[in-house]
Structure formats: C-alpha cells, structure tokens
C-alpha cells in the first residue's frame, strides 16, 4: 500500500510561484506513474501533469503547459509540481497520485493511489 502526502499549497499573489511537493511511502515508487491533479470549488477533480517511472513523458494538461513543470526524485520518493505565473484560476486543492499502469495516465480511474490534498489560492 502507497501513502501519498502533499505539500507546499498556500496563498499566493497572480504571477508568483509554488512548488508542490508529494512524498511516498510504503511501496516501490520508482515503478509507478506519478500525476497531478486538481478541484476547484463545484467542479470535478482535473488532470495536471504525469510522469511516468520511464522515459515516457512528461504530459501536461493545456492548462499548464508552458506554465507548470512535473518532476520526480526516485531517491527521495518525491514528486514535485513547479507552478510559475500562477492565475487566480488555478485555485484549487491540489492532489498527487499514483498508478500501477505504465504509460502517462491522464484519467482519475487510472490511478490508485491519492494524496489528501494541499490548498493552492492564488489571488488577483
């Protein structure tokens, strides 16, 4: 069983930059494929970013491209999200996850594993 915990959400102003952190344990984290995702208040949970433990990847929703960089430390078994030039549209709480299938995955029924979530507010 994979334990995900999050870190690094808070409140921020729109143009400023976070770093998420997501640190695992209790399984093989170096063979599973890592992804971010979010839920803004009333909406449904959205794909962010995935790396898988491969070469394949990074993938990246519209919404972050250019903007948010997924990374990975198979060493520390940590996952990071560096988001730059934030937007008040990206408020929301945010969640790591992991998934036993190989591949970029972009789709929540994909993964197995989920973090509980970090607030990220970014105000106008």
């Known amino acids: 069983q994979v334990q995900l915990v999050e870190s690094g959400g808070g409140l921020v102003q729109a143009g400023a930059s976070l770093r998420l952190s997501c640190a695992a344990s209790?399984?093989?984290?170096?063979?599973?494929?890592v992804g971010w995702f979010r839920q803004a208040p009333g909406k449904e949970r959205e794909f962010v970013a995935t790396?898988?433990?491969?070469?394949?990847?990074?993938y990246y929703a519209d919404s972050a491209k250019g903007r948010f960089t997924i990374s990975r430390d198979n060493a520390k078994n940590t996952v990071y999200l560096q988001m730059n030039s934030l937007k008040p549209e990206d408020t929301a709480v945010y969640y790591c996850?992991?998934?036993?299938?190989?591949?970029?995955?972009?789709?929540?029924?994909?993964?197995?594993?989920w973090g509980q979530g970090t607030q990220v507010t970014v105000s106008s």
């Open positions: 996850a992991a998934s036993q299938y190989s591949g970029l995955r972009r789709g929540t029924y994909e993964y197995n594993y």
């Open positions: 209790g399984g093989t984290f170096s063979t599973l494929t």
């Open positions: 790396k898988s433990w491969s070469s394949a990847g990074p």
